[in-house]
Nanobody, 119 residues
Framework: QVQLVESGGGLVQAGGSLRLSCAAS????????MGWFRQAPGKERELVAA????????YYADSVKGRFTISRDNAKNTVYLQMNSLKPEDTAVYYC????????????WGQGTQVTVSS
């Protein structure tokens, strides 16, 4: 069982930055691939970024490539999403999730954190 708690969301102006954190409980965190998803009002949830258990493989949606960076610290049971050059279209609730491996179904989810980017 893995429990996930996101933090770091907030209101920021376009062009600004935020860093989201996702703290995980459980001794097996380091064995899970992690992903950041987002869901904007009226839109489907989308995968924004993902990282393998070791951190050696990452994935980014085209819409965030070059602006967002996913990383993890297995010693701290935490995964991060550094978001730079934010745009109003990045406004959404951001969720972290855990999967047994990259490309597999995400089994555990956090409660989400709101990110609002003003123009």
């Amino acid at each position: 069982q893995v429990q996930l708690v996101e933090s770091g969301g907030g209101l920021v102006q376009a062009g600004g930055s935020l860093r989201l954190s996702c703290a995980a409980s459980g001794r097996t965190f380091s064995s899970y691939a992690m992903g950041w998803f987002r869901q904007a009002p009226g839109k489907e949830r989308e995968l924004v970024a993902a990282i393998s258990w070791s951190g050696g493989t990452t994935y980014y949606a085209d819409s965030v490539k070059g602006r967002f960076t996913i990383s993890r610290d297995n010693a701290k049971n935490t995964v991060y999403l550094q978001m730079n050059s934010l745009k109003p279209e990045d406004t959404a609730v951001y969720y972290c999730a855990a999967a047994r491996r990259l490309g597999r179904e995400y089994e555990y989810w956090g409660q989400g954190t709101q990110v609002t980017v003003s123009s």
